[in-house]
Protein backbone atom coordinates (compact mmCIF):
# COMPACT_ATOMS: atom_id res chain seq x y z
CA UNK A 1 0.00 0.00 0.00
CA UNK A 2 1.49 3.78 -0.97
CA UNK A 3 1.16 6.24 1.52
CA UNK A 4 2.02 10.04 1.77
CA UNK A 5 3.47 11.61 4.43
CA UNK A 6 2.95 15.53 4.98
CA UNK A 7 4.51 17.70 6.87
CA UNK A 8 4.67 21.24 7.13
CA UNK A 9 7.68 23.04 8.84
CA UNK A 10 7.02 25.32 12.19
CA UNK A 11 7.96 29.00 10.55
CA UNK A 12 12.01 29.44 10.89
CA UNK A 13 12.50 26.39 12.87
CA UNK A 14 16.58 25.20 12.65
CA UNK A 15 16.00 21.43 13.28
CA UNK A 16 15.51 20.92 9.48
CA UNK A 17 19.31 21.81 8.99
CA UNK A 18 20.34 20.94 12.26
CA UNK A 19 18.50 16.91 11.74
CA UNK A 20 18.79 16.28 7.40
CA UNK A 21 21.68 13.94 7.80
CA UNK A 22 19.83 11.62 10.66
CA UNK A 23 16.71 12.15 8.55
CA UNK A 24 18.52 11.13 5.60
CA UNK A 25 20.05 7.88 7.76
CA UNK A 26 16.59 6.79 8.96
CA UNK A 27 15.06 6.84 6.09
CA UNK A 28 17.59 5.05 4.52
CA UNK A 29 17.92 2.23 7.31
CA UNK A 30 13.90 1.65 7.64
CA UNK A 31 12.83 -1.51 6.30
CA UNK A 32 9.48 0.26 4.89
CA UNK A 33 10.36 1.45 1.36
CA UNK A 34 10.62 4.63 0.53
CA UNK A 35 9.33 5.56 -2.56
CA UNK A 36 10.08 9.51 -3.04
CA UNK A 37 10.96 11.97 -0.82
CA UNK A 38 12.21 15.36 -0.72
CA UNK A 39 11.80 19.03 0.96
CA UNK A 40 8.98 20.98 0.41
CA UNK A 41 10.20 24.51 -1.17
CA UNK A 42 8.60 28.28 -0.46
CA UNK A 43 6.86 29.64 -4.12
CA UNK A 44 10.60 30.93 -5.06
CA UNK A 45 12.51 27.73 -4.16
CA UNK A 46 14.79 29.38 -2.16
CA UNK A 47 13.83 27.63 1.56
CA UNK A 48 12.71 24.18 2.24
CA UNK A 49 9.09 24.63 4.17
CA UNK A 50 8.24 21.10 4.74
CA UNK A 51 8.69 17.01 3.65
CA UNK A 52 6.65 14.80 1.26
CA UNK A 53 7.26 10.80 2.03
CA UNK A 54 5.75 8.21 0.07
CA UNK A 55 6.14 4.96 0.98
CA UNK A 56 5.36 1.46 0.70
CA UNK A 57 4.30 -0.66 3.57
CA UNK A 58 1.60 -3.61 4.59
CA UNK A 59 -0.63 -1.28 6.44
CA UNK A 60 -1.26 2.48 8.40
CA UNK A 61 -0.09 1.29 11.43
CA UNK A 62 3.19 0.16 10.03
CA UNK A 63 3.78 3.62 8.73
CA UNK A 64 2.35 5.08 11.98
CA UNK A 65 5.42 2.95 13.75
CA UNK A 66 7.71 4.60 11.24
CA UNK A 67 6.80 7.96 11.91
CA UNK A 68 6.97 7.83 15.70
CA UNK A 69 11.25 7.86 15.84
CA UNK A 70 11.39 9.92 12.07
CA UNK A 71 14.34 12.41 13.77
CA UNK A 72 12.20 15.42 12.13
CA UNK A 73 9.24 14.43 13.69
CA UNK A 74 10.73 13.47 17.17
CA UNK A 75 12.59 16.52 17.62
CA UNK A 76 9.16 18.64 17.09
CA UNK A 77 9.95 19.97 13.68
CA UNK A 78 6.50 19.57 11.75
CA UNK A 79 3.57 22.19 12.50
CA UNK A 80 1.36 19.91 11.00
CA UNK A 81 1.45 16.26 9.39
CA UNK A 82 -0.54 14.26 7.87
CA UNK A 83 -0.65 10.87 6.33
CA UNK A 84 -3.12 9.57 3.78
CA UNK A 85 -3.45 6.17 1.57
CA UNK A 86 -2.62 7.20 -1.91
CA UNK A 87 -3.96 5.18 -5.03
CA UNK A 88 -1.51 6.26 -7.74
CA UNK A 89 -3.22 6.93 -11.25
CA UNK A 90 -0.97 8.49 -13.93
CA UNK A 91 2.95 7.85 -13.64
CA UNK A 92 5.00 4.36 -12.31
CA UNK A 93 7.06 5.55 -9.48
CA UNK A 94 6.32 3.05 -7.52
CA UNK A 95 8.36 0.63 -9.18
CA UNK A 96 11.12 2.99 -10.31
CA UNK A 97 14.69 2.72 -7.79
CA UNK A 98 15.66 5.35 -5.45
CA UNK A 99 18.03 7.85 -6.74
CA UNK A 100 19.78 10.32 -4.11
CA UNK A 101 20.56 13.56 -5.99
Avoid at 30 to 50: F, K, N, V, Y
Avoid at 93 to 99: G, K, N, P, Q, R
Wanted: glycine residues 6%; aromatic residues 6%; contains cysteine.
Amino acid sequence: MLFVIHGIDKPGSPLRNQLIDEHRAYLAASPIRTIASGPLMDDWGEQMIGSVIIVDCENRSAVDRFMVDEPFNLAGLYETLTINRWHQRVGDIAHHEHVEK
